[in-house]
């Protein structure tokens, strides 16, 4: 590697030129940054403005790029340069002209606030080293999926649709999963009135035609290890016999098992064979196959159908669902219409306490069964039992407010759908390093360090980012869908499926160039460690969110680059600050921290330290920023990967060096997450909250030190933080620190 070259590049477009004294800001990244090259320019993002800095970098040997001008979120694709260098991004756009009042007596904060940017941006590009592509690439293809029905079928028909080969492993003898055994499915095109065709037949036909298909029935996966591009994955018959392939990405679609209605003997359940659910109904709708349905108990002529919806489901009783299944108000409603068109003169009633029917058929399909003659009551059913050859169904009519009890023929229970995601690593946890032992009930036998199946959300179903990685799951090239991540229909999981595919491949196809999946996609750094360093403490391995650090058989960590998603929280987790990456690290961070000028206490200037996450706070504040919304001109931002990359030592030395106060900005945690990276934000909350114990030490007040959780759309709120800040120092007075 060639001897570091910085080039700073300050631009006078956008107003920054009237704003700001940028020919003394190119004096300040010279003199106090040590950049080689200094240039101002009238509009960098220009076509001559990146030739200029290209020129630099191919004749000049600029290989530290610091660019003073928008946002890093702005412009990415005018600053991506040619060549070995690192890009560091100064905001004086949205971080320092469009906070600033524009009035001359402003005007001497504001160029404080570029200034130290500026020698910000400097030290940044210092301790940047031009990342290179992960040391271990994956170059398999192959796409492996777990799960034979509906959602599996499609990934695998998407997938060779593609050109890429997969594999298709069903644990039963036969493809198409829950949905084989359903007569009708609720329809997925316009006018959404009539039930139609499962399509199952067409899809098993058509994978049995596709040569890019190779499916294993009565297997299951017994072990599964290694990384994007290059999976292992053991495949086990019935017999025990195993055979081990290797692929390039795995799509999970083990789908769901039906609530067991068994807990349910209030409604009847268990009591009569003439009480079944919505699953019992499909098959003996299947079996009749257009003809009447008998009912099960005696075989007779079914006169009046209820069907009781939420049956121990959307409910907070010990051993029900308190979730909504989704589906299962539009199955009534197509279950209802199996009657109604084979014999009109059947009485079919659901009884309901809110009727949803989400999605495209919603509530035409709902005016179809009411023109069919199906009736819909508001009521809850509060006991079901066999009565003189029928059943007696009680319930209180919502409506009427009244008591009601109905014979009844055929009592269908919508009990709602459970996933089959595998253990719960929470309860299950990994093998010690170096062993290995089969679960039968897990779905793919991962050997994580983490733990053997994917971690889980809440109800049982697989985690995943509901908001903006809806089909990511915590380990990196390994997808869900369908049912086994949230309740859904069979058009819900072809698009469901349909998407993870899309997942998986673009995973594969990144895998081949060493590069990060999302959120972080395409980034080429990977962390490393000194290993002489390491005390093998574990922090690590045990916080990292993603399942990337193993350990050897000397416990030291061993890291995947291919799992890894760069968030840095192995970094902020490592208390001997060992690990970093080439292009983030603990110096990257602190050194920027250490450029700002900290005036002394008698200047009345205060600095606060403002650490936000890239994902959600850096945006709300940029966007701030744009409808001109302003905030003490003391802050100083420094944008982090995750807030779980937050390595306290930045607290430390932020206060030991005279800055007045921190504010921490993450994402909403918990089970409602909105971390980019799952855990970071709660492990920056959980180190956050022990940082009293260095305040007390260094006799500091604890209110300098403030930690929250901000959404993409606090664009009022995150300003309003961090004034809220500048006051709090107002109040309690400048650091001692000072001198």
């Known amino acids: ?35 080689a090259v200094a240039k101002e320019h009238e509009f960098l993002c220009s076509a001559a403005g990146v030739e200029m800095i290209q020129n630099d970098i191919t004749n000049d040997g600029v290989n530290r790029v610091v660019i003073a001008a928008c946002s890093r979120r702005a412009k990415t694709e005018a600053f991506a340069f040619d060549g070995e260098v690192t890009l560091s991004r100064v905001n004086l756009r ?12 402003a005007r001497e904060l504001t160029e404080e606030m570029a200034a130290d940017y500026v020698r910000m941006g400097c030290a940044e590009a210092k301790y940047m080293t031009p990342p290179a592509s992960a040391q271990e690439k994956g170059m398999i293809n192959h796409l492996l999926v777990v799960g034979g029905g509906i959602a599996g079928m499609t990934a695998a028909l998407e997938a060779a649709k593609t050109g890429y080969p997969v594999t298709l492993v069903e644990k039963t003898g036969a493809l198409g999963g829950a949905a084989a055994n359903f007569y009708k499915r609720i329809p997925d095109r316009s006018p959404y009135a009539e ?8 899809m098993i036909a058509a994978i049995e035609a596709n040569p890019k298909i190779s499916v294993k029935l009565n297997c299951t996966i017994t072990k599964t290890s290694g990384a994007p591009g290059r999976f292992a994955a053991d495949i086990t018959t019935e017999s025990g ?33 003439d009480v079944v659910d919505q699953m019992g109904l499909e098959k003996l709708a299947k079996a009749a196959n257009g003809s009447a349905i008998k009912r099960p108990s005696d075989g007779k002529e079914i006169k009046k159908v209820v069907f009781v919806q939420c049956a121990g489901q959307r409910s907070d009783k010990e051993g029900h669902l308190n979730y909504c299944s989704g589906h299962c108000c539009s199955t009534s409603i197509k279950q209802a219409m199996y009657f109604r068109d084979q014999n009109p003169d059947i009485e079919t009633t659901i009884l309901f306490t809110d009727l949803r029917t989400p999605g495209a058929p919603g509530e035409d399909f709902y005016r179809s069964g009411q023109e069919k003659g199906v009736t819909f009551r508001k009521g809850v059913v509060s006991d079901v039992s066999p009565a003189g050859g029928s059943l007696k169904v009680k319930f209180k009519d ?38 290995w032992k089969v679960n039968a009930d897990s779905i793919l036998n991962m050997n994580y360090r983490q733990g053997k199946d994917l971690p889980h959300l809440k109800h049982g179903f697989n985690d995943s980012h509901f908001i903006c990685f809806p089909y990511e799951t915590r380990r990196t090239g390994i997808y869900t869908c369908g049912p086994v991540r949230r309740p859904m229909d069979i058009q819900q999981t072809i698009e469901d499926a349909t998407g993870a595919t899309l997942k998986a491949i673009q995973s594969m196809e990144n895998a081949h160039l060493g590069r990060a999946a999302h959120p972080r996609s395409g980034d080429l750094s990977y962390p490393s460690f000194r290993k002489e360093g ?36 192995c970094m902020g987790a490592c208390p001997v600050r060992v690990i970093s990456f080439e292009n983030y690290s603990v110096d990257t ?37 744009m409808q001109g919304f302003q905030y003490s001109a003391f802050t100083r931002v420094i944008p982090v990967r995750c807030l779980g990359s937050v390595n306290t030592i930045w607290i430390t030395d932020a206060l030991n060096s005279g800055y007045d106060g921190a504010v921490l900005m993450g994402c909403q945690k918990g089970d409602n997450y909105q971390c980019h990276f799952v855990k970071g934000s709660e492990l920056a909350h959980v180190r956050m909250s022990k940082i009293d114990d260095t305040l007390k030490t260094l006799n500091l007040e604890p209110e300098r030190v403030a930690t929250y959780e901000i959404a993409i759309t606090d664009i009022k709120r995150a300003p309003d933080l961090i004034n809220d800040m500048a006051a709090t120092i107002e109040r309690v007075g400048m650091s001692p620190f000072k001198f």
């Open 1 to 35: 590697m060639a001897d570091m070259k910085i080039g700073a590049y300050i631009c006078k477009g956008c107003g920054l030129g009237e704003r700001l004294d940028t020919k003394q800001l190119a004096n300040v990244a010279s003199r106090e940054g040590k950049a």
């Open 94 to 105: 949205e971080g320092v002209i469009w906070v600033r009042p524009d009035t001359d007596e």
């Open 195 to 202: 039930p139609m065709d499962t399509g199952i037949a067409a």
């Open 241 to 273: 016999a195993t055979t081990t392939d290797n692929f390039g990405a795995i799509i999970m679609a083990s789908g769901f098992k039906p609530y067991d209605m068994s807990k349910l003997p209030e409604l009847g359940a268990g009591k009569s064979a």
């Open 398 to 435: 919502l409506i009427l407010n009244e008591d009601i009890s109905e014979d009844a023929d055929l009592v269908v229970l919508a009990t709602g759908q459970v996933a089959n995601a595998g253990v719960d690593i929470e309860v299950v946890k990994q093998d010690e390093p170096g062993e």
């Open 534 to 569: 390491c005390t093998q403490c574990k922090r690590c391995t045990v916080e990292c969110p993603f399942g990337a650090i193993d350990e050897d058989e000397r416990r030291f960590p061993v890291f995947n680059e291919s799992r890894c998603r760069r968030c840095g929280t």
């Open 589 to 625: 961070v602190g050194q920027q921290l250490k450029a700002v000028d900290i005036p002394d206490e008698f200047s009345e200037k205060p600095r606060i330290l403002v650490l936000a996450c890239e994902n959600d706070a850096y945006p709300a504040l940029d966007m701030a920023a």
